[in-house]
């Protein structure tokens, strides 16, 4: 069974143990400063009660910005990425958001990302990339 909960302050190590293993080396102060700014936008996947994965939401007016989509590795292939990104989707939107932008790692965030109306705007060599949906 797969739940999606709001990210709290006993999920910040998890946080950091998944940006770690990912290279971005995100720090907690990373996450408490991204819960502060937007107490309900950040959340945690379980499958079978445990955790699976994280994504970040943020909004200012109508704009808004997914980060830190990530699922642990051994979770990968259960949809659970998907799901992340529909729920944070869902909480912009609710926020009334109009213009929606992440950034990701090429293949990672493009499968997710796919058919919900995000074009890509900028690529690196690396394969990073900026993505961006206007609703």
Not at 15 to 32: C, I, N, P, T
Not at 70 to 76: G, L, N, T, Y
Not at 82 to 94: C, I, S, T
Request: hydrophobic share 35%; with cysteine.
């Amino acid at each position: 069974m797969k739940t999606i909960s709001v990210m709290e302050p006993g999920d910040f190590d998890f946080a950091v143990e998944l940006s770690d293993h990912e290279g971005w080396m995100h720090q907690r102060a990373d996450f408490e400063h991204l819960t502060t700014f937007e107490p309900q936008g950040c959340f945690i996947a379980r499958h079978d009660s445990e955790r699976a994965g994280m994504i970040c939401s943020n909004s200012q007016g109508d704009y808004g910005f997914l980060s830190r989509l990530i699922v642990r590795e051994c979770d990968r292939g259960r949809k659970i990425g998907e799901q992340l990104m529909r729920h944070a989707l869902g909480y912009l939107l609710n926020k009334k958001v109009k213009t929606i932008e992440l950034d990701g790692v090429i293949p990672a965030v493009r499968r997710p990302a796919t058919g919900r109306g995000f074009c890509i705007q900028s690529a690196t060599p690396a394969n990073v990339f900026r993505i961006t949906a206007r609703l």
